[in-house]
């Protein structure tokens, strides 16, 4: 069972032994978000990947991205045998300069044109179907709201935030160094975790971004 809001912030304060009058439920809330958006930035994990279908207009180079997306991971376009194509990323002024000559046709490259929007090249020929593979950013674990993290891996958490608590005390030093410690190693757990639950592919998944430990083969 999940923990509550609730008990989360007292076991922040039993942790530190401060009471709620230095470590306010905001202040917490605070260290919460921090930690939850450093993990995010540390590991695609399943609760953040999301995709989106659509189609493309023909003869429109552009596609509106989904509004929740934070990262597009990649653009696959769906052809009508069901065969997906993986379209590879380029910077804007490639798109530019493939679509100058008119062009049309089944899109091979995209590049993003701004935050709600993407470019691709060639200019699409038809409706085609294309699948949006994309990052939101992470859910925010609060007194009407359990997440992912929270129901999960609730003890990285509490370690991540009792880290940020134990820095903004001016704590003792050995405390602090205690749960970063503990955290940065249930990170590392985490992402091993990830890769372990899905097969890994250069387009769809990508690596995670926390330094993995590997070993020293034997010579």
Same mark, same amino acid.
């Given at each position: 069972?999940?923990?509550?809001? *609730?008990?989360?912030?007292?076991? #922040?304060? =039993?942790?530190?032994?401060? $009471?709620?009058?230095?470590?306010?439920?905001? @202040?917490?809330?605070?260290? @919460?978000?921090?930690?939850?958006? &450093?993990?995010?930035?540390?590991?695609?994990?399943?609760?953040?990947?999301?995709?989106?279908?659509?189609?493309? +207009?023909? %003869?429109?180079?552009?596609?509106?991205?989904?509004?929740?997306?934070?990262?597009?991971? *990649?653009?696959?376009?769906?052809?009508? %045998?069901?065969?997906?194509?993986?379209?590879?990323?380029?910077?804007? *002024?490639?798109?530019?300069?493939?679509?100058?000559?008119?062009?049309?046709?089944?899109?091979?490259?995209?590049?993003?044109? $701004?935050?709600? +929007?993407?470019? #691709?090249?060639?200019?699409? %020929?038809?409706?085609?179907?294309?699948?949006? &593979?994309?990052?939101?950013?992470?859910?925010?674990?609060?007194?009407? =709201?359990?997440?992912?993290?929270?129901?999960?891996?609730? *003890?990285?958490?509490?370690?991540?935030?009792?880290?940020?608590?134990?820095?903004?005390?001016?704590?003792?030093? $050995?405390?602090?160094?205690?749960?970063q410690t503990e955290?940065?190693?249930?990170?590392?757990?985490?992402?091993?975790?990830?890769?372990?639950?899905r097969r890994r592919?250069?387009?769809?998944?990508?690596?995670?971004? #926390?330094? #993995?430990?590997?070993?020293?083969?034997?010579?």
């Amino acid at each position: 069972m999940a923990i509550t809001f *609730s008990n989360f912030l007292t076991q #922040v304060r =039993n942790y530190t032994e401060v $009471d709620s009058n230095v470590l306010t439920d905001a @202040i917490i809330q605070d260290f @919460i978000r921090s930690v939850e958006l &450093n993990v995010a930035g540390k590991v695609d994990y399943d609760d953040l990947r999301k995709y989106a279908t659509s189609n493309f +207009t023909s %003869s429109n180079r552009y596609i509106t991205l989904p509004a929740d997306a934070v990262i597009v991971r *990649s653009i696959q376009v769906i052809e009508g %045998s069901g065969n997906r194509i993986f379209l590879e990323k380029r910077d804007t *002024s490639f798109i530019s300069e493939y679509n100058n000559d008119g062009s049309t046709g089944t899109p091979k490259y995209w590049a993003n044109w $701004d935050d709600f +929007t993407a470019l #691709v090249a060639p200019t699409p %020929s038809s409706a085609l179907q294309v699948q949006i &593979n994309y990052i939101i950013d992470p859910p925010n674990f609060t007194s009407t =709201n359990n997440t992912f993290l929270s129901t999960y891996q609730e *003890s990285m958490l509490l370690h991540g935030v009792l880290a940020e608590a134990f820095r903004y005390l001016k704590g003792p030093m $050995d405390m602090y160094n205690l749960y970063q410690t503990e955290y940065n190693e249930e990170i590392q757990n985490f992402a091993l975790q990830q890769m372990g639950r899905r097969r890994r592919s250069e387009y769809d998944d990508g690596v995670p971004r #926390v330094q #993995v430990p590997s070993p020293t083969p034997n010579t």
